[in-house]
């Protein structure tokens, strides 16, 4: 597997947990003494998939378009 091909797979893995995320919303809670903060959960994941889109542009590299122009 190629780095690009892992990029996608995590960008993908991301991309589902926060449409689960915002499609069913939960509140916070805690639970013997672990609070489970959902808002910050979602903000790790957005800012996280944010940073692998960067990264996936990055590594594609530069590209330039050749056109070519006729003149009369």
Do not use: C, H
């Not at 893995?13 to 903060?37: F, H, L, M, R, W």
């Amino acid at each position: 597997m190629s780095a690009e091909t892992d990029l996608d797979q995590a960008i993908a893995n991301i991309s589902s947990a926060i449409k689960e995320i915002t499609a069913s919303p939960k509140p916070n809670y805690t639970v013997d003494g672990q609070t489970v903060a959902w808002g910050d959960y979602l903000d790790t994941l957005t800012t996280k998939l944010a940073s692998l889109i960067k990264t996936k542009q990055l590594i594609g590299g530069p590209y330039q378009r050749m056109t070519r122009m006729k003149f009369r």
